[in-house]
């Protein structure tokens, strides 16, 4: 089956009703992006000095973090554990890791206050600070992913480089230059490959070492020393569930066959993977005996019931039903709900779990904020677009003449 | 080519390695040398008695003007309608004080002024990401504008949610806080606020002669005083100390136990990076496990 098949540019029509209404939300963010650079964080933001921290970080940075896991857990997968079969998506994985760090990127240069200081942790080292290691690392891996993705380009130009004007003397040159990145990348691919699962399992855990300092104002459902290690583990089980939502959605939009034997390969892995975040959950919470908070009823006790019933539990059944994962829309159902899961995790563990001591004025997400945070994922669906329809990216049958592209990012395996 | 590649990765490998070892061989004596634990002994603090203070304001004023901020007209401070409703610092005020009524047992009235406490282990100081805060020799906790990069991560960290941030400047905002008066202090001068205080409600010392100070005030006087010296101990002691006729985690100052707030992040950062050996120890495991599973499909192959 899989020799019948190889990533190609898809063959679409880039604007259709659906694209122009996304490219509406990414202008609406757009503007009020430039409201928070040309007026500050106050005009556009509701942070607060009871709340410094809101849904940019909540969702656009640490969301943004563990739903772009997919990209290191296929990478791992496909070529540190050389399960061949799971080559082909590595690709759209490696591709939407990559615009799912840039926008955590630009999330956090939107964040912070002084955004022209961004580099400074370059510079400025405290090595006890979680979040400087979560900025060291994210700031690494985004290269190495940068990395990972230029044999796609390379490839793309190799053979084809067509400088417009008086540039085109250098045309030569420049494939030259091509054709010797293309082979340095080949023998040392491997380097970064490795990097880049190391690095992703560093900081994807200490984005939970992040709320840990804050102790005694985190609600203690939440609270608790081992959540660098339950962050790491959701985002290794929400890796998959990630790239089998992505994978229908655009098989769906592009008018393709979902790739259903691998996308229930993967669908095998979810279920013990769940499972094994859940026993961590579940102990800790018995260990420190936090069930009890569940009695009471507020705002935070329902909000981790939505989150462990809904967005864990309900799928870690599902996926360990042989029918479901056999099923395109079953595994597509149950998928939505693991990242539905994890995302109302980070979303609870930064916002709803942080409860000071002193509060004047509560903190609700401003239109602002939600504009700018739809904005970027719009952004970033037009960017997937883009590069789906001139880069090999998805992997679809064979038909006639195809460019002398390769399943696996070149040098991981061979 | 397969070997050649094999040789390739074992090279590379190699010098990865090599390389850990010189990082890891560096890392020590860096760390050592920036981490400062035990507080100078010498270090200052103010003892702030509540049940001398009358209210007055007149420490927010001297704090304005100090750190030019609009102090606004002295007069309007004798308006008493601003305790009605509870405050907090921020960067118009680095030091409000609160009132509450029928909060200790034997009086009615209660005034508590809140500022940075200056803690012994700070949170701040711990999480900044790029070191911008610094606790320095005579205990002051001050932030440094030319490092900050405005991610309010001191204020998450925080456990007396001090930090506040000039939310509504696009350029340069600051991170706002008491400085402990740093630069009067190099001076050899008092804190402005307890330069300030009419009845004496602050008092400036080092550090340990206050907590024997205080310890001796609630000895004389054990109807008036709550047993405890707020600060002594909570998230490991702070420079600023509290007595009241009342016990203040209740309402005015949150309540905190006495581990140092940074305690478990740094173990656990210690713990992930202790002189990078566990990443360094993952990728040799995940280079090992993609070498193996090669050879392996190689094998099956021939
Ligand atoms: S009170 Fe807060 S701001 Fe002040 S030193 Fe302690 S942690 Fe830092
Ligand atoms: S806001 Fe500034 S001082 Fe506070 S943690 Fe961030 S960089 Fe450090
Ligand atoms: S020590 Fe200085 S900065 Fe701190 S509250 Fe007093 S006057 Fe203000």
Redesign the interface.
Known sequence: MRQYTEPAPVKIKYFTPGVIVVCLVALNGFFFLMGR???????V?N????Y??GLWIGIDVAAGVALAAGGFTTA?LG????K?KYEEITRPALLTAMLGYTFVAFGVFT?????Y??W??LI??????????V?ICVMTYLTVLYIEFLPIVTKKFIGHVNLPGVLSKLNRTVDKLLRALDRGLD??M??F???G??LS??HQ??LG?????????MHPLWET?VL?LLFLLSAIAVGFPMVIMESITASHSFGLKPEKETLSGLANFIGPLLGIYLAFKIGDMAIRNTFRYLTEFNLQSVMFTIEIVVGFIVPFRMFMSKAIRESITGMYIASLLVIFGVFLNRFNNFIVA?K???I?KQYFPSFGEVSVTLGFIAMEILLYRLFVKYFPIISQPKTGVTPSAKFEIKGA?? | MATQNRRDFIKTAVAIGAGAGILTGTMPSRITAKEVKTPSPARKGVLVDTTLCIGCRLCEYACKEEHNIPAGNLNSYEDRSVFDHLRRPDETALTVVNEYKNYGQGENITDVKIQCMHCDHPACVSACIVGAMTKQENGAVIWDTDKCIGCRYCMVACPFQVPAFEYQKALDPHIMKCDFCYDRQQKGKLPACVDACPVEALTFGNRVDLVEEAHRRIKAKPDKYFNHVYGEYEVGGTSWLYLASEDLSKKALPKLGTEPAPGVTESIQHGLFAYFVPPVALYALLGGIMWLTKSNKEEEEI
């Open positions: 650079f040309i007026f500050g964080l106050g005009a933001t942070l607060n000095n009871q410094p921290w791992a070529h540190i554990f050389h061949d964040d912070i206050g002084r955004w200081y961004i400074h942790p400025f080292w405290n090595h006890t600070s979680p979040l400087f290691e900025g023998k040392t491997f380097i490959i490795i990097a699962v190391v399992c560093l855990s200490s070492t992040l709320m840990v300092i804050a102790g005694s104002k020393p660098p942080y000071p001591p002193y004047l395996t061979k």
